[in-house]
């Protein structure tokens, strides 16, 4: 049996799918399972990833066959028919996508069958299995991004022709990653300087075209362990091969690694790409400097904790570390890793900074977690809101960066790219010099 875990930040599968789906413009979730489902989607997730909101095809509105005692004995097949006849009529979109919770799944209903009559009737629509005790939030974003692609061809043509300069950008999960809206932009910023274009399919500008191109792009990036099947799915597919990553680049000097890497499989003008990282690698080193006063004045060079998503604390334990120079004590994994990612992780990150003992922790329980951070010593705390209280009793500044973020507005900030590690350092500073959390 396993353990209970307190303060869970990690949801289930079905949660993970529906933000993942009501974060494509265009697209319209439905939720075959029970209300309260979409509530807890709403009410746990959403409205905790930095109070951005839910959305048009999210939050209370979020279409739901709400499951009751009657469809677990008869059946829920004539009402997810009903639901989705309904749903048609007063959510316009593009496509719309059908996931099943844990209820609907021990049943048995015929929802492919649903959601072919839904076809016939000349809408697009796909059905994905999304029964939240068959994982996290992780995933769920990983099975609904294979579910689309597997059943694309229900939505839209398939453009196949390959582009040499085009790449597909995966393991940002949406709302799980509280800044994605601007990780996202910020990547992609990257590529359009060095002439590549880089398909985010999240957010604005997200659409059913922009995922029609996935097929015909020369190369996948994954940026979490997560999106790591859905790279491979592709390479047996469609033939795209991929580079993995494990977290998205912070700041000039990782961005441009990563684009290095990037070019070598794609055809670009190397000296450009040149160009625009020494550009970047210069604009941000004048930016440091310009805070090197106040870095020394008010003690910036703090042991630190920094707990979250691997996919989020890989970049900015590097950043922190060089070039801010500041001393790792804790960190702390929360999302649910393999046991390989997580010796492959401990052995690259052990050696980071010479001279300081880091140790490195692969834990889900708030309260352990809070524990943890009480007796370590550390100078500052970066987290999430969970964490707040310990910072508080430990009279250090707070910096809440990693899923739930209950105390901060987050639209389209972002630390991914070649700014932002001065984001990063932006925020950083509010905190120590303001003595308070963001």
């Known amino acids: 049996m396993g353990a209970a875990i307190a303060i869970n930040r990690n949801s289930c599968m079905l949660h993970g799918a529906v933000q993942t789906v009501k974060s494509i413009t265009g697209a319209v979730p439905v939720i075959h399972s029970t209300s309260g489902c979409g509530v807890q989607q709403y009410v746990g997730v959403s409205s905790l990833s930095g109070n951005a909101?839910?959305?048009?095809?999210?939050?209370?509105?979020?279409?739901?066959?709400?499951?009751?005692?009657?469809?677990?004995?008869?059946?829920?097949?004539?009402?997810?028919?009903?639901?989705?006849?309904?749903?048609?009529?007063?959510?316009?979109?593009?496509?719309?996508?059908v996931l099943t919770g844990c209820t609907p799944e021990l049943v048995g209903d015929d929802v492919p069958a649903m959601t072919k009559e839904l076809q016939e009737q000349s809408y697009k629509a796909v059905h994905i299995s999304t029964p939240g005790f068959k994982g996290s939030v992780h995933q769920?974003?990983?099975?609904?991004?294979?579910?689309?692609?597997?059943?694309?061809?229900?939505?839209?043509?398939?453009?196949?022709?390959?582009?040499?300069?085009?790449?597909?950008?995966?393991?940002?999960?949406?709302?799980?990653?509280?800044?994605?809206?601007?990780n996202l932009r910020g990547l992609q910023n990257g590529f359009a300087e060095i002439g590549a274009e880089a398909n985010v399919l999240f957010g604005p500008g997200s659409s059913l075209d922009e995922w029609s191109r996935i097929f015909s792009a020369s190369l996948n990036l994954s940026f979490s362990v997560h999106s790591l099947e859905i790279c491979k799915w592709l390479e047996q597919q469609a033939g795209i091969p991929y580079l993995h990553f494990d977290g998205y680049p912070v700041g000039a000097w990782q961005t441009a690694q990563l684009l290095r890497s990037a070019a070598e499989k794609l055809e670009l003008d190397g000296r450009k790409l040149e160009e625009s990282i020494a550009r970047n690698l210069n604009e941000e080193r004048y930016y440091i400097l310009q805070l090197l006063d106040a870095y020394y004045r008010y003690g910036f060079q703090k042991s630190f904790a920094l707990i979250g998503d691997s996919s989020i604390v890989s970049g900015l334990l590097q950043f922190l570390v060089d070039p801010l120079g500041l001393i790792p004590r804790i960190i702390v994994l929360t999302d649910d890793l393999p046991r390989d990612t997580q010796a492959s992780l401990s052995k690259s990150w052990t050696g980071l900074s010479a001279?300081?003992?880091?140790?490195?922790?692969?834990?889900?329980?708030?309260?352990?977690?809070?524990e943890l951070v009480l007796r370590s010593g550390i100078g500052l705390l970066i987290g999430s809101s969970i964490e707040q209280?310990?910072?508080?009793?430990?009279?250090?500044?707070?910096?809440?960066?990693?899923?739930?973020?209950?105390?901060?507005?987050?639209?389209?900030?972002?630390?991914?790219?070649?700014?932002?590690?001065?984001?990063?350092?932006?925020?950083?500073?509010?905190?120590?010099?303001?003595?308070?959390?963001?």
């Open 53 to 97: 909101g839910s959305g048009d095809t999210g939050g209370l509105g979020l279409p739901s066959t709400n499951f009751l005692e009657r469809q677990v004995v008869f059946g829920g097949t004539s009402r997810l028919r009903e639901q989705l006849k309904n749903t048609v009529k007063v959510k316009s979109g593009d496509f719309y996508v």
């Open 355 to 370: 001279g300081s003992t880091l140790e490195i922790i692969f834990e889900q329980d708030g309260q352990k977690i809070e």
């Open 389 to 438: 209280s310990a910072a508080q009793r430990l009279n250090i500044p707070f910096l809440p960066v990693s899923f739930p973020v209950a105390d901060r507005t987050v639209l389209n900030k972002g630390y991914a790219g070649f700014t932002g590690g001065l984001t990063l350092l932006e925020d950083l500073g509010s905190v120590i010099i303001g003595g308070t959390a963001l």
């Open 140 to 182: 769920g974003y990983t099975a609904a991004v294979l579910g689309i692609l597997r059943q694309f061809d229900k939505l839209s043509a398939v453009l196949s022709e390959r582009d040499t300069r085009r790449v597909n950008i995966f393991g940002v999960i949406p709302e799980q990653d509280v800044f994605w809206r601007g």
